[in-house]
């Protein structure tokens, strides 16, 4: 079971705008600005979108966004494009042993 | 070109050992944190262990804790994963990655494309 919580399926058509949300708790998302998110292609090695909330790593495009409020974490992605169908992952830096967690995954489907 | 290569995965039985290595190229590796993160067949991905820029901070999943060993070689700009006493649900495709931070967790920036290890009889 994730530590983080991500709605199992999300779809849009193309030109949509879509949000995944990622639950945490005050122990992750509530307390800490250092939540992720990654698109991952099925063979591909995942890929860094967001990361420390709102930043995009240089070359992701700006139709990505993040936020978040409270306990949990959003992505956003606008005009949709068939090439954003692709399981999406959120992380949270965590307090305790273990600092790191993935949410469970969402897959995007582009209708 | 910043690149991550995994290598070792093999097909082992349960109870075995087997270490894996991560070599990396076009960044300065001794500046940055490494992790291991894997995915097992139909699941997500799991976050495995951690190691820090110089080797003195190590962090493990509960899953992993007390089986599995993180260590680095900066001289050899290179990552690796002691497993041993290895489970049929350790059976998984292993990435290493890169974090944007030296001594802990921020985010994962530069991924490999993983090794499989398949822990069976």
């Known amino acids: 079971q994730s530590a983080l919580t991500q709605p199992a399926s999300v779809s849009g058509s193309p030109g949509q705008s879509i949000t995944i949300s990622c639950t945490g708790s005050?122990?992750?998302?509530?307390?800490?600005?250092?939540v992720s998110w990654y698109q991952h292609h099925p063979g591909k090695a995942p890929k860094l979108m967001i990361y420390?909330?709102?930043r995009r790593p240089s070359g992701v495009s700006n139709r990505f966004s993040g936020s978040k409020s409270g306990n949990t974490a959003s992505l956003t992605i606008s005009g949709l494009q068939a090439d954003d169908e692709a399981d999406y992952y959120c992380?949270?830096?965590?307090?305790?042993?273990?600092?790191?967690?993935f949410g469970g995954g969402t897959t995007l489907t582009v209708l | 070109e910043v690149q991550l290569v995994e290598s070792g995965g093999v097909v082992v039985q349960p109870g075995g050992s087997l270490r894996l290595s991560c070599a990396a190229s076009?960044?300065?590796?001794?500046?940055?944190?490494m992790h291991w993160v894997r995915q097992a067949p139909g699941k997500g991905l799991e976050w495995v262990s951690l190691i820090s820029w110089d080797g003195g901070n190590t962090f493990y999943a509960d899953s992993v804790k007390g089986r599995f060993t993180i260590s680095r070689d900066n001289s050899k700009n290179s990552l690796y994963l002691q497993m041993t006493s290895l489970r049929t649900e350790d059976t998984a495709l292993y990435h290493c990655?890169?974090?944007?931070?030296?001594?802990?967790?921020?985010?994962?920036?530069?991924w490999g494309q993983g090794t499989m290890v398949i822990v069976s009889s």
């Open positions: 420390d909330v709102t």
């Open positions: 992380s949270s830096f965590t307090s305790g042993s273990t600092p790191a967690a």
């Open positions: 076009g960044f300065t590796f001794a500046d940055y944190t």
């Open positions: 990655a890169k974090d944007f931070d030296s001594s802990s967790f921020d985010a994962f920036d530069i």
């Open positions: 005050t122990s992750d998302i509530g307390f800490y600005n250092y």
